[in-house]
């Protein structure tokens, strides 16, 4: 989307604003779209014992081979010892334990990106990597920490999809020719999103995203803004619009948003197509959905090839 350029209409994916026009048609009431009923809905933190006076090496092995940042312990926590990480939705605590005995068997699984690309730091690091029994639907190893806690690093095979990536980035670099120095492909902002190309259907001019949904993008009601919905969309039509026209900007984004988005999802996937093209002007139409296939929201859009001139 331009800078400056706000998506219409999505304000109108709050529960809130729907529960105000329901409840102005006499329709469902608040209680009826928030379930008050208890129960365990997500994962806090992973809990993982290491013995006394050993944080430093705690921090080179999952702040410097697995990437995880650390975080600072509450003052009245921090005084036991131990060491918190964290990154995005992964909260992995290490408790100092004086009698410390290695969990061999019990462990936590950690969804990761760029799955070669992190056995081979661990390979290097000094930690061997055991391949797990086959999984369908994906690829997983066990790797021990310094202290011989067990660790499985898990990713989908949805999930791979480099071979992808190179084959967009090579339409791209056909597409635009010379000027492909002059964008920063893929945009920083899709990085940011973890944006993850799903499939790229050039003769029917469809492109398929898959976006995480974290906790970052929460309103007050524990559902996804709906701006970050609509920058979903707006990363899908980007590189859409990119593979098949000339440059061009985003003049219009409207937003009709069906339900909530929530964290229970885990991720949205977005279809972009190119409905039509009108001299300079391209439209688009976008459909987002739950992993699970529940349809989450719908998109038009006007972009305007930069450059070019009515015909």
């Not at 008050?36 to 933190?45: E, Y």
């Not at 990437?67 to 990480?85: D, I, Q, S, T």
């Not at 989908?156 to 010379?178: F, H, I, R, Y």
């Not at 945009?187 to 898959?210: N, Q, S």
Request: charged share 20%; proline share 8%; with cysteine.
């Amino acid at each position: 989307m331009a800078s400056g350029e706000v998506a219409e209409g999505a304000s109108s994916a709050l529960p809130g604003d729907q529960i105000s026009r329901a409840a102005a048609r006499g329709g469902p009431t608040r209680s009826m779209l928030i379930d008050h009923a208890p129960t365990v809905h997500a994962i806090d933190h992973v809990q993982l014992a290491i013995p006394p006076g050993q944080e430093d090496t705690a921090r080179a092995f999952y702040g410097g081979v697995l990437g995880l940042p650390e975080v600072p312990k509450p003052p009245n926590l921090a005084k036991r010892g131990g060491v918190w990480f964290s990154h995005g939705q992964v909260r992995v605590h290490l408790g100092v334990e004086a009698e410390f005995r290695p969990a061999r068997k019990a462990h936590p699984a950690f969804r990761v990106r760029h799955f070669d690309s992190l056995i081979q730091r661990c390979e290097q690091a000094g930690y061997p990597v055991v391949a797990g029994e086959p999984l369908e639907g994906y690829r997983h190893v066990y790797v021990s920490d310094p202290f011989s806690n067990r660790i499985e690093l898990i990713e989908t095979v949805a999930e791979t999809n480099g071979p992808l990536s190179d084959s967009l980035v090579s339409l791209l670099k056909n597409q635009l020719g010379e000027r492909m120095g002059e964008y920063r492909i893929p945009p920083p902002v899709f990085t940011h999103m973890r944006g993850e190309f799903v499939a790229f259907d050039e003769e029917k001019g469809t492109l398929t995203v898959r976006f995480p949904l974290l906790e970052a993008y929460l309103n007050p009601y524990d559902a996804v803004q709906g701006g970050m919905i609509a920058a979903a969309v707006d990363n899908t039509l980007g590189p859409l619009s990119m593979l098949v026209a000339p440059p061009n900007v985003t003049r219009r984004l409207e937003m009709t948003y069906s339900r909530p988005a929530t964290l229970e999802m885990e991720h949205i996937i977005v279809v972009g197509r190119l409905g039509e093209r009108k001299g300079r002007q391209l439209h688009f139409v976008a459909e987002v959905s739950s992993g699970q296939g529940v349809r989450l929201a719908r998109a038009k859009a006007t972009h305007w090839i930069v450059g070019a001139t009515e015909s």
